[in-house]
């Protein structure tokens, strides 16, 4: 049999037993069922079957279907002798740490804090005081459940399990918040975060606002606000992307570097690429959202190096599993996790076919290369981002062709920038004049596309089969469009 059959059989099974359960509450009775099912027809496969490896790899999947279902439901089971239940509704008074980096919006404050009992809140407060990982706080409010809202777009957003992925299940906002001391959280995470800081602190003195939150949000993924009309103007030029910290920008960046040093050979100029996302992952603090991210982005790199296409295949969906095995729940609750997923295929795999399309675009200055990898990756992530957002972009095709070209020379003036204001600010004040110059670019850009008219229209009901069914139209024309360049 196959070793290749029945690794795509136990990875799709899997991945479908986790996606299921995130919809149905399907339960450990139906693990069970699932499990003896899978270990009757293996048993009927080896022995009495003639069609012996279709048999195998059906009860293949349905084993690995259940250890999908038993993944999820593991991840679900929480503590139901919880005191912290009894106080929902109720006014509180909890310590606890901060265990992420503090983000703000809209003039408030958002701490993730573990309290006592080891449960995480969401915490919303005043910009100020100011407080920061691994802080030992005080918090009084109203202890209440995260509650699902709608869009501006009229879309239901999955609040609660979007919160719940990260075991977070509580919340207080217009909380009061007492510092009471520090550096209770891990040692390395708090130097990651201070020099964080400390980055984001010199580019703001070097740019001035927004530019200086865009920024932030490209190279570092600073959890400043861009305010609720720029984001919406992001939204409506299409060009959200780019500051979701998905593999989407993390690859292009990369990419980038591998551009700048074209000149070495191949080997250093992928080598750098890589680097240049570890040094990413880690300016970021390391968070699994970036680090996801970054594999994605590496696979990417991987497969350009390389040129081994089939081999990147297996990677692709390893790195996947490997994911959904540490936090199932961001299969369908991470919207980070599918852009870089969704980004990523259509790098590795859209690219090639639309680049056959695009013969007359000149090679010059990679125009084609940034061109095809647009035109792919919107292709793909379009039905996604409609389910989302429940919005189409017009201009989104032009807005993007015109604005990735600039981001890498951003990110790296940016981070010159910001490295020489440690040591001199006059020497960094040249190049944050570039950065801020390409920033305004960016916003211009991305200004003029969303105040064009029509520049953007609502969807309604664009629901969860349709999108399905349009990935799964996409997945054939893509083995199809494979099998008819071979043959050719």
């Known amino acids: 049999m196959p070793e290749q059959s029945k690794f795509y059989s136990c990875a799709i099974g899997f991945v479908l037993g986790i996606f299921s359960s995130s919809f149905f509450k399907l339960g450990f009775s139906f693990f069970l ?11 009927w496969g080896k022995f009495f079957a003639k069609e012996k490896i279709t048999i195998i790899l059906l009860a293949i999947f349905i084993f690995s279907f259940s250890v999908g279902i038993l993944r999820y439901e593991i991840k679900g089971i929480r503590n139901e002798n919880n005191k912290i239940e009894s106080l929902v509704g109720e006014k ?60 501006d777009t009229g879309n ?50 070097l740019i001035k ?23 919406t103007d992001f939204r409506i030029a299409g060009v959200s992307h780019i500051v979701a910290l998905s593999g989407y920008n993390i690859s292009i960046i990369a990419v980038g570097i591998m551009y700048v040093l074209a000149f070495l050979p191949k080997a250093f100029s992928l080598s750098f690429g890589v680097l240049g996302i570890l040094l990413f992952a880690i300016m970021t603090g390391g968070t699994a959202t970036v680090m996801r991210a970054s594999i994605m ?22 790195a996947g599993v ?17 852009l870089s997923f969704l980004a990523t295929i259509a790098l590795i795999y859209i690219s090639p076919i639309v680049e056959k399309k695009m013969k007359f675009i000149t090679t010059k200055y990679k125009l084609r290369e940034i061109v095809v990898s647009t035109i792919a990756t919107q292709i793909f992530v379009l039905p996604f981002l409609i389910y989302k957002m429940g919005l189409i972009s017009i201009f989104g095709l032009f807005a993007n062709v015109l604005i990735l070209p600039v981001i890498p020379w951003v990110m790296l003036f940016g981070f010159i920038a910001g ?12 190049v944050a004049f570039i950065c801020s110059l390409l920033l305004s670019y960016m916003l211009k850009v991305i200004y003029l596309f969303s105040h064009l008219p029509f520049s953007s229209f609502s969807v309604e009901n664009f629901s969860l089969a349709l999108t399905v069914i349009i990935y799964i139209i996409l997945i054939f024309y893509i083995l ?4 008819k360049y071979e043959a050719s």
């Open 33 to 43: 069922f699932l499990l003896v099912l899978s270990g009757l027809i293996f048993a």
């Open 92 to 151: 509180v008074n909890l310590t606890g740490i901060i265990t992420d980096e503090p983000a703000v919006k809209d003039q408030t404050a958002q701490l993730i804090m573990t309290e006592d009992l080891g449960n995480k809140i969401l915490v919303s407060t005043s910009l100020f005081p100011t407080f920061k990982y691994g802080d030992l706080i005080k918090v009084a409010g109203k202890l209440e459940r995260p509650e699902n809202f709608e869009t």
């Open 156 to 205: 239901s957003f999955d609040y609660v399990n979007y919160l719940a992925k990260d075991d977070i299940f509580y919340q207080i906002s217009f909380a009061k918040a007492e510092f009471i001391s520090a550096d209770h959280g891990s040692y390395i995470k708090n130097k990651l975060f201070a020099f964080k800081n400390a980055f984001t602190s010199k580019i703001n003195n």
């Open 209 to 231: 606002e927004p530019e200086s939150s865009l920024l932030g949000g490209l190279i570092l993924g600073a959890k400043n606000s861009l305010g609720k009309e720029l984001q």
């Open 297 to 318: 982005a590496l696979l990417v790199l991987l497969a350009k190096g390389t040129n081994r296409k089939y081999d990147i295949n297996r990677a692709l969906v390893l």
């Open 322 to 338: 490997f994911m959904l095995i540490q936090n199932p729940k961001i299969l369908v609750f991470d919207i980070s996790f599918q």
């Open 419 to 430: 490295m020489l204001s440690f040591i001199s600010l006059f020497l960094a004040i040249p």
């Open 480 to 483: 199809y469009s494979q099998k």
